[in-house]
């Protein structure tokens, strides 16, 4: 039977690739780590690793062992940290993913609510996350609820949306555009480069198309997952990015928002896997509604 100790011995050798240096992270003797790893290679009656006088290097079993021992030995720490936390008292925990620009003003109110309503409840949040890793997270049980932009690939996957918002065109300060009033078509942009979100994600398939609808395919010279990395390349001069628009947006003084005349918008929904039955996740679905409408409220008022 493979134990956790035996994928904790291989996880140190893949990752040192040297029984020495593995050793010494492990604070163990070289000869009985060299001795688990060959248990654990006749368990699996697989050949993990390449050895040489001078190197080790993984076989495709063991690099595939690799990425999953680091999944494995990640879910066992959490599960002991959220087992802990119910001893402590609380009464349930919610693991919760957010979008990029969800994640800096619909986040908090959420939270905030959260404490309110479900105060024995912990949220652990995961903020500036694409789709796809959030959608994956879903269905691997590694989260349990996601508030992310639709579309998704999975039809184990349910959403309820909360919200539209229009793409705007970020640019840097001193872009001729940025000197202008009123919206400027994603045309203007044909020859500019361009920073954005990986292509996985639905905010891009949305730019590509609207791209495509003008007559051009975007000059992509930089990607980054994070709406905040999009801002400072951005304000560093390196091009232009379109993001979904918000007041809760990370301004900074070497940027400027400009709205698009193309009336394209993006939506943002909370996700949950198919049959989840749990009232936790029923009463943050409630929460979630609730706190884009107070935003909703709080911008009209503004």
Known sequence: MVKLRHLRYFLAVAEEKHFGRAADRLHMAQPPLSSQIKQLEAELDTLLLERTTRKVELTEAGALLMQR??????????????????GRGAAGILRVGFAGTATYRLMPEIVRLARARMPLVRLQV???????????????????????RPPVQSGEISIDEIQQTRLVAVLPQHHELAQETGPVSIR?????DIVGYPRSSSVFSVMAEMARQAGFRPRIVQEATETSTLIALVGAGLGVTFVPGSQSLPLSASIVVRPLEEEVSVGLGTAWKTG?????LSSFIELAREATKNLENQNNQS
């Open 69 to 86: 021992a680091r999944q494995i030995l990640a879910d066992v720490e959490a599960t002991k940290h959220d087992v802990a936390e119910i």
């Open 126 to 148: 995961a903020g500036e996350k694409l789709t796809p890793q959030m959608e994956e997270a879903l269905l691997e049980n590694r989260l349990d609820v996601a508030i992310l």
């Open 188 to 192: 203007a942009f044909a020859k500019e």
């Open 276 to 280: 989840n039955t749990s009232p936790l």
